[in-house]
């Protein structure tokens, strides 16, 4: 008797906790069309809209659930002017209860007057996948019932959750943590998955951070295979969208130089100051002084901002006279530098100063210094300042490896994030030595067609590695996804790195020696199969603790489900962990991380898992 009160003391709890939280809304002005739909704008409505419904109407709203979920009607909000209404709910055409609306005389004010139900007293519990809420009046008055929205509570113990069609989800996706198939014995310890990751609107952006730790990580595996959900699309292009990736640095606009006092602009990183500096009386010439002073972002946080060459543009407004603009920078080397000047005449308005790249600190303590010289009669307006990174060029890459089935290419990156930093790439079949590597990357033939090839590996001078199954049939190449950084790295960094100094590659075994700058080494052996693409890493030498530096690193990016390339973590087959929420630390030894939600971003891209072995 005492346990079966503790159980429904508990399911009590796991309700109450439900109710405490924010529901989930179904505005009712967004139900299927039928014959005779109203929808009457409402200003006091949630969505400043509502739906009428009269006697013996039946409406039905869709939804969707990504997870099998518990389901409870909180509150249906409506408005009524008149005699009370009769209002039978249903989910899937099983009653979950009524509402009896209360009587109100306003004479139509009551129409804008809204109200919740109470909570009805029945659970459905439902599978993944679309659903169906119904609402069928069953009594009323001529005048009828308007109806704002229904609140949803989902008992499922997720976080994340969206009722949005446009979001799919499985819930039986899972994978075998198995090694049996490895031939490399059981596992002897555990490792641990520490979160370091933060929320993101930008889909460009790693904002998944996991450092994997382990006493020992003598042999791990690394591989990738294509998701486990089935989806015929294949997204594939950058999504910038909330992204502050733009080459402008900094700008100022609408200056105004004729204003006797000073006059000073502030941006987030930036601060203007104009101030008139002299006249010249007898030539009749006036001159402005303007100092722009602004940080930059740098490589402690894995940006190059602070790196890069600029070009700063200067456009007047309507000038009649030659204006002289002289420009100098304060930066790195602590100094002013030499003055450029340039003349400014009125069938141009406008010019650019380059500064080379390595002339700005990171963070505070860079300036611009503009001399403006013009006509003391002339109104001198300033239309824009602004402050731009240098273009890129495109990436610089060379075969050094062809033998029908595998390609392998050396890349030179401009304005690489590690500065002043490359490696060393060996092909140990003719010992030819290759400088300047910033990434290499290995390609294999696809099984199905004659002559193409899909990339299958590439590992980068930071450590960072990126994998990819054969390219399914049907289709020219998939895209990327997460990452997973092979080396010991800080995990406090915002950006983490385990800078290599060389990479020496067997390219008939695919076996590559790893030597990092810290002093560490280890083994990869590149194993391509139809199934999936797959690492062993073995035969370590650590420079630092393991206790304090991770591994490995997992890498990757999730906005939102259904936006994400991982949403999702499993460890040594146990129930799935969302990604981001709901655990700060995970211990085992095999870890996948994977997609329940087919998304609109990188929707081919794959799966990865870590074994770790020894």
């Not at 019932?145 to 949803?152: A, Q, Y």
């Not at 292009?237 to 992204?243: E, T």
């Amino acid at each position: 008797m005492l346990a079966l009160r503790c159980s429904v003391y508990a399911i009590f709890l796991v309700r109450l906790v439900a109710i405490q939280s924010s529901p989930d809304v179904l505005e009712a002005e967004n139900a299927v069309f039928f014959e005779g739909k109203q929808v009457i704008p409402r200003s006091e409505a949630s969505g400043q809209a509502t739906l009428k419904m009269k006697k013996g109407q039946t409406v039905s709203i869709e939804f969707c659930l990504m997870m099998h979920s518990e389901i409870e009607v909180h509150n249906v909000w409506y408005s009524n002017d008149g005699e009370s209404d009769l209002i039978t709910i249903t989910v899937d055409n099983k009653k979950m209860g009524e509402v009896l609306t209360e009587p109100l005389y306003k004479d139509g004010a009551g129409w804008n007057i809204f109200k919740p139900s109470e909570t009805l007293d029945h659970f459905i519990y439902l599978s993944e996948g679309r659903h169906q809420l119904s609402l069928y009046i069953e009594k009323g008055d001529e005048y009828g019932v308007e109806i704002d929205k229904i609140e949803l509570f989902l008992h499922n113990g997720k976080e994340e959750h969206s009722l949005d069609c446009k979001v799919f989800c499985f819930d039986d996706i899972s994978y075998d943590h198995g090694i049996a198939d490895t031939g490399f014995g059981h596992y002897t310890s555990k490792g641990k998955l520490v979160q370091k990751s933060k929320k993101t609107l930008c889909a460009e952006e790693d904002n998944i951070n996991i450092p994997i730790f382990h006493d020992s990580a003598r042999k791990f595996i690394i591989s990738v295979n294509h998701p486990h959900y089935t989806s015929f699309a294949n997204n594939r292009m950058a999504d910038f969208d909330n992204c502050k990736m733009t080459l402008s640095l900094w700008s100022f606009r609408d200056i105004d130089l004729s204003q006797t006092q000073r006059v000073t602009q502030s941006s987030e990183v930036a601060t203007l100051s104009v101030t008139p500096l002299k006249t010249d009386w007898q030539s009749n010439l006036i001159s402005y002084g303007l100092i722009i002073e602004f940080s930059l972002d740098g490589p402690r946080i894995g940006m190059m901002d602070s790196e890069i060459g600029s070009v700063i543009k200067v456009s007047f407004r309507g000038i009649i006279h030659p204006v002289d603009v002289s420009m100098q920078y304060f930066g790195r080397w602590s100094k002013w530098s030499e003055s450029t000047n340039k003349t400014i005449y009125s069938n141009k308005t406008w010019d650019t100063w380059e500064v080379p790249d390595f002339r700005w600190r990171e963070g505070r303590g860079n300036s611009i210094r503009l001399t403006i010289t013009a006509f003391r009669i002339e109104r001198i307006q300033i239309e824009e300042i602004v402050m731009n990174k240098r273009g890129l060029a495109m990436d610089q890459s060379m075969m050094v490896y062809y033998d029908g089935m595998t390609i392998i290419e050396v890349v030179d990156i401009d304005a690489w994030w590690r500065v002043n930093e490359t490696m060393t790439l060996k092909t140990l079949n003719d010992g030819r030595v290759f400088q300047g590597v910033d990434y290499f990357r290995i390609y294999r033939k696809i099984p199905w067609s004659e002559n193409n090839f899909c990339q299958v590996f590439v590992m980068y001078q930071d450590g960072n590695v990126r994998l990819l199954p054969i390219t399914p049939h049907g289709l020219d190449w998939i895209p990327f996804g997460s990452s997973i950084l092979i080396g010991q790295s800080d995990p406090m960094a915002v950006r983490p790195a385990a800078p290599l100094r060389n990479a020496d590659i067997d390219p008939k075994e695919l076996t590559i020696q790893l030597a990092y700058l810290d002093g560490s080494f280890l083994s990869l052996k590149l194993d391509v199969t139809m199934k999936e693409t797959m690492i062993i890493v073995s035969n370590p030498f650590y420079a630092r603790s393991l206790t304090s530096h991770p591994f490995l690193t997992f890498r990757s990016m999730w906005v939102s489900n259904g936006n994400a390339d991982v949403d999702n973590v499993s460890v040594d087959g146990n129930e799935p962990h969302h990604i981001l929420s709901g655990w700060s630390t995970l211990r085992g030894t095999s870890f996948a991380f994977f997609r329940k939600c087919i998304s609109k971003h990188n929707t081919l891209s794959p799966d990865i898992r870590v074994k770790i072995i020894d």
